[in-house]
């Protein structure tokens, strides 16, 4: 291990558990998070009130010892996934969530895949057991099929029945996740050196500037160290814990709400105690600079599937993974049926890592960064700052608004024929502001130039909330004040028609773009 490297026996010391709440949406995450945190035993004491940090640590008694639990407190498994996208695995062992009355759902699926590609050990906490129509043996059953075999059935996983609602069953829940972590990891930190650890959430409070909870991964952290996280970075001018007391220093395992920093880093940043503030100055610069650079060095790498094609050409065996994204759930299924049923030699695979209805968010590109997927999206296209991610990310986003040509291309792909002819390029969005209305010349879409340009007689569509909701339309007229226009730039107002589209809203994005010939490789 190579952070236990240079470090004797002697220095590590045991250090808690830090244990991630996954599940479907609905089957009791949140209920649970606060359910364990109740129980502390130290909570009442401490007096302060309780506050959410992103992180908590409780106390709780096991084997006749006083044990800490170290719990991420974030929603579902996307803060996860997104903090892996960073490099970061935080999470020691998952408490996987299955409501009784509901059973194995998607997002269980996609949850325990997440844990079980990270070697996290899954911990079963089977939730609303109070519930008429809970089931449990059931989903003990149901995750059999998931490699997730229940100790009573002969398997390693253990399954905990609680209702997070009735706080029944929380204790017994503790006791597994604890028993689990003793006998599958070796849980050891050195607390005496400058600590290192990682960011689990931050925003900028207008109060007190940069607040970020950390997670200490090793070593100490002190108020008053000189620190970098990410590219932020600053001195700990104050540190709170869960229950908004202050405190002096943190240990491993320790999540704390940290003062001082001077920018605000992500969630997965990992931060690092520095000499001094110039120290951290220069430190957080270069890896600043760093990061551009490999902004850079990813997009000229970006996995697409003509990269796919060009790698099954030269013999080499891959799996083409995907994203898939629609407008609405009946079109997604019939992507994925068809996607499924194509037929190719047994060197290649193509596995779809996740699929969903709606826009394409910054998850899915998270998801498609871990397993260096291509999303597609029918009639749906991601936001400004998710295409800015994949772009950061190398994430292909390939984009139609016909089935049969997304099969097609993913057939081409995988037969390792794909020809690309032509491609999309975007030339300018706008935002509507008002609309006019008028049954003499048709709508006025009274709207803002966001970004590029926006040109007479280009091709475009409407989206809406990221869905597609207008194809196949021409900016017909474009005016500014009272003018005929054949341009109109960025920042720009300006009032344009799009001749057959009549249903345009305000806070329609109108998005123009041209087919240019690719160039090869
Ligand atoms: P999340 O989306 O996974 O975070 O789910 P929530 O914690 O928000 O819970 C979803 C719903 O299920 C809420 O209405 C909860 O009150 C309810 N719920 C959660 N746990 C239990 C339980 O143990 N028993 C019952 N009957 N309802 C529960």
């Not at 605000?264 to 270069?286: E, L, M, N, W």
């Not at 997604?332 to 969903?356: F, M, N, P, Q, T």
């Not at 006025?444 to 926006?454: E, L, N």
């Not at 809406?464 to 474009?478: F, K, Q, W």
Request: charged letters at 30%; proline letters at 3%; aromatic letters at 4%.
């Amino acid at each position: 291990d190579a952070e236990l490297a240079g470090e004797t026996d002697e220095d590590l010391m045991a250090r808690p558990p830090v244990v991630t709440v996954m599940g479907h949406v609905d089957h009791g995450k949140t209920k649970l998070l606060d359910a364990i945190r109740s129980t502390d035993v130290v909570a009442g004491e401490a007096g302060g009130i309780t506050q959410h940090i992103g992180a908590y640590q409780i106390w709780t008694e096991h084997e006749g010892h006083d044990r800490a639990l170290t719990f991420i407190d974030t929603p579902g498994h996307e803060a996860f996934t997104a903090m892996r996208a960073r490099g970061a695995d935080v999470t020691d062992i998952a408490i996987l969530v299955v409501a009784a009355d509901d059973g194995v759902m998607p997002q269980t699926v996609e949850a325990l895949n997440h844990a079980q590609s990270a070697g996290v050990p899954i911990v079963v906490a089977v939730n609303k057991v109070d519930k008429e129509a809970a089931n449990p043996a059931k989903i003990r059953q149901q995750l059999t099929e998931y490699n997730l075999v229940a100790e009573e059935y002969g398997g390693d996983t253990m399954f905990v029945d609680v209702s997070a609602l009735q706080r029944m069953g929380i204790d017994d829940l503790l006791e597994a996740v604890l028993l689990t972590a003793d006998a599958a990891l070796d849980l050891r930190a050195n607390p005496d050196k400058d600590a290192r650890g990682v960011a689990i959430e931050a925003n900028l409070d207008k109060g007190r500037g940069t607040v970020a909870t950390v997670l200490v991964q090793s070593g100490t952290l002190h108020v008053g160290d000189a620190i970098v996280a990410g590219t932020a970075h600053g001195r700990v001018r104050a540190m709170f814990d869960e229950h908004g007391v202050p405190v002096e220093e943190a240990g491993p395992a320790r999540p704390v709400q940290v003062l001082g920093l001077t920018s605000v880093p992500r969630a997965g940043d990992s931060f690092i105690v520095a000499g001094d503030d110039r120290t951290a100055r220069q430190i957080a610069d270069k890896r600043a600079a760093a990061e551009r650079a490999a902004t850079l060095a990813k997009r000229r790498k970006r996995v697409s599937l003509e990269d796919f094609t060009e790698a099954l050409q030269q013999g080499r065996v891959e799996t083409l993974n995907l994203v898939l994204k629609g407008d609405v759930s009946g079109a997604v299924e019939a992507l994925e049926d068809s996607l499924l049923k194509i037929e190719v030699g047994d060197e290649v695979a193509l596995r779809i890592i996740h699929r969903g209805v709606g826009a394409i968010t910054q998850n899915d590109v998270n998801l498609a960064t871990v397993d260096n997927a291509i999303i597609i999206g029918f009639n749906v296209k991601p936001a400004e700052r998710v295409t800015e991610l994949a772009d950061r990310e190398g994430v292909d986003i390939r984009y139609y608004s016909v089935i049969y040509q997304a099969i097609d291309d993913v057939e081409q792909a995988l037969k390792g024929m794909l020809k690309p002819e032509y491609e999309e390029v975007q030339l300018g969005t706008a935002e509507v502001r008002q609309v006019f209305r008028s049954s003499k010349v048709g709508n006025i879409a009274g709207s803002i130039v966001r970004s590029g340009t926006i040109r007479r007689n280009t091709k475009a569509r409407v989206l809406r909330d990221g869905v597609v909701v207008g194809e196949n339309v021409t900016i017909d007229s474009l005016r500014r004040e009272k003018d005929d226009v054949t341009e109109v730039r960025e920042g720009f107002e300006c009032g344009i028609s799009l001749g057959s589209f009549n249903d345009i809203t305000e806070g329609d994005v109108i998005e123009t773009f041209e087919m240019r010939e690719k160039p090869r490789k």
